[in-house]
């Protein structure tokens, strides 16, 4: 936060080159997105702070046109495929119909502003947007 | 009496646990009442987005500064099935929006023939594509319906029922398998529900009890709260080789007049989805067909079906019914 910006998750580090991390279990490589205290695949105790790749694969998605009030609409929404691990995350910089949105295709992080709040620190999301 | 919520599970949930109490011996007759006021209800997840803080705060399990729904993919129902069909699409293939909606279109059909469906009226295939989008591929005729609905099913002990007159004893039907199972931790499945392996676990499971197999199933009524949902299903009951449930469903198979009727009901997404009454209702629907007593809707000659339901959390219930030999 000392550069006057937050991410939305704590899990997107923010900084030159923007990533994902993850919480992966010592003992079996599982990956967390939230803090354990205990790995729900083996019980194992330990765990450390992995990076995600930026790049992947675009597994599933849906566009939603229907949603609670105040999220606005149409979005896409999706799971990328980061090297093995699933990450849930929004498609976004595309046109959110399935002409543009398509099973399988390449993805890369990206980031976006979300505004500033009273105090002057600027909150930054992050989706994936198609990568050619 | 016992008061259980399993989410969309509940009724499966109920009538197992008094299944349980007669095995267990503590009782030889139970009541299970799958009860639900849906109408309404609107989305039942994701709530409405307030204006964001006047200061970005972190907060929750991912230190959240505001809200995610919306902004890391989607929580509501439409949106995670719809996710859960197209995932099983990019592994197989073969999916397409008109796939999904013709499953729907199956499910409509079939309710035309069923007087207790909350639509009995056919929908053709540019119905509904052309319906109000909700979340693609799933138009509003493609979602469960939502509406207020009960169902309740009585289970005896075999010593019980031997008490009764020769009419129960003729309409009485058995419960050959009845499996409640939980979904192991597997890659992804905090990401997006995973109701795949459960649903496999728990067939087996009831295939494995009851000592039949999909083929010998003359009707089946599975959990298509989306039609996306359905397609996966029929490959994770066993009803279609893995990868092929595209192939199975093409094929004419899950229609009423096809080797696996599935949904003969209307299903979820035509005879409705009152949530805790739904894995009773499935029930009555099977145990109704065992009986010869479906009406116009009649799967002639059924003597096994299976009723299975999801609940998101997740809870899988299965459970395989057969014709009394009385
Ligand atoms: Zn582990």
């Known amino acids: ?132 | 009496m016992f008061n259980v919520a399993n989410a969309c599970a509940t009724g499966a949930t109920a009538l197992r646990t008094a299944i349980m109490a007669i095995r267990a011996g503590e009782c030889d007759t139970g009541l299970a009442v799958g009860v639900e006021k849906l109408s309404g209800a609107g989305l039942l997840a994701g709530g409405s987005r307030k204006e964001d803080a006047a200061n970005w705060t972190p907060s929750g399990r991912y230190g959240a500064i505001a809200a995610i729904d919306g902004r890391v993919g989607t929580e509501t129902m439409p949106g995670v099935f719809a996710q859960i069909g197209m995932e099983y699409g990019h592994r197989y293939g073969g999916t397409s929006f008109e796939l999904f909606a013709r499953i729907s279109e199956k499910n409509h059909a079939h309710s035309t023939l069923n007087p207790l469906a909350a639509y009995s009226k056919r929908f053709t295939l540019e119905e509904i594509m052309g319906d109000l989008m909700i979340a693609y591929p799933n138009t509003r005729p493609m979602c469960s319906a939502n509406c207020d609905g009960a169902a309740a099913a009585v289970v005896v002990s075999g010593a019980k029922l031997k008490t009764l007159s020769l009419e129960q004893q003729r309409r009485a039907v058995k419960v050959s398998a009845s499996v409640l199972t939980s979904d192991p931790w597997e890659e992804g499945c905090q990401v997006l529900p995973n109701v795949n392996t459960l649903t496999r676990n728990a067939a087996s499971q009831a295939y494995e009890l009851a000592g039949v197999g999909p083929e010998d199933l003359d009707l089946v009524e599975l959990h298509d709260c989306f039609a996306t949902a359905e397609l996966v299903h029929y490959d994770n009951l066993g009803l279609c080789p893995e990868g092929g449930a595209v192939d199975f469903f093409q094929s004419g198979a899950t229609w009423r007049d096809g080797s696996t009727p599935v949904n003969v009901s209307g299903g979820l997404e035509s005879k409705g989805h009152p949530i805790a009454a739904t894995g009773i209702a499935n029930i009555w629907e099977v145990a109704t067909h065992l009986r010869g007593e479906a009406g116009d809707r009649q799967i002639e000659g059924a003597t096994v079906g299976l009723a299975h339901v999801i609940g998101l959390g997740s809870a899988c219930g299965v459970h395989i019914l057969e014709r009394s030999a009385a």
């Open chain 1, 1 to 132: 936060m000392g550069d006057g910006t937050v991410p939305l998750v704590d899990y997107l580090v923010l900084g030159d080159t923007p990533h994902l991390e993850v919480a992966e279990c010592v003992a079996c490589g599982a990956h967390y997105f939230d803090r354990r205290n205990a790995c729900a695949a083996c019980s194992g105790t330990e765990f450390t702070t992995v990076a995600l790749p930026a790049e992947g694969e675009l597994k599933t998605f849906t566009i939603v046109a229907f949603a609670a009030p105040g999220v606005p609409v149409p979005f896409v929404a999706g799971v990328v495929d980061l090297g093995g691990t699933s990450v849930r995350a929004n498609v976004i910089n595309v046109e959110p119909d399935a002409d543009h949105v398509t099973l399988g295709m390449k993805v890369r992080l990206a980031t976006y502003s979300m505004g500033t709040d009273e105090a002057g620190t600027e909150a930054v999301g992050f989706g994936f947007e198609p990568l050619s």
